[in-house]
Structure formats: C-alpha cells, structure tokens
C-alpha cells in the first residue's frame, strides 16, 4: 500500500484495520493469521496466501485520502476521516 496511516483495532485483538492513504483503500487483516516475515527490501511484502483467503485478509476502496480510523462501540463498522473528500465515512 502507500502512506499507511490509521489504525483499527477490535477489543479482543482479532481484526486490525489500516488506511492505505496513498492507495485510497482500508485493508482488514485477521491477526491471528498474519504471518510475521522478515523485511527483504523494496517490493510487494504481501503473503500471496492472506492475500488469496478473505477470511484472513481483504481490502476495499474508499476513494479519497483516509486518514484517521475509529472503530464503532460495537465493533460492527470503522468510522473514516477522509481528507479528500471533507467527510467521515462509515
């Protein structure tokens, strides 16, 4: 992603949300699954394998800048501010 800069993270440390604002995207990573690599330089750092099973790993566009995540009381949604578009998503 580019210029990572939120984060989100559920009470029991399960899901862990990030803001990709240069790549305009949230990425969702179950962490239990996260594998823990060793950093090999410039280049996509991905695991193919998260990034093939939803259930550990998904992203989605939000367009914009999004910057600063919060994570709903009930942990059902993150609450975005996005620079760009002058609003907070949902």
């Known amino acids: ?3 990572p800069w939120g984060l989100a993270m559920t009470r029991d440390e399960e899901w862990i949300v990030v803001s990709g604002s240069g790549t305009h995207e949230l990425l969702v990573y179950h962490l239990p699954d ?3 690599g060793e950093f090999r330089g410039q280049g ?3 695991d193919r394998e998260l990034e093939r099973d939803p259930s550990k790993f998904y992203r ?6 999004p ?4 994570m709903s009381k009930d942990e059902s949604h993150v609450y975005v501010a996005n620079y760009l578009l ?3 998503q949902k």
């Open 1 to 3: 992603i580019s210029d």
């Open 34 to 36: 996260l594998p823990i």
């Open 44 to 46: 996509d750092h991905l």
């Open 60 to 65: 989605f566009q939000v367009g914009g800048r």
């Open 67 to 70: 910057l600063t995540l919060r």
């Open 86 to 88: 002058d609003s907070i």
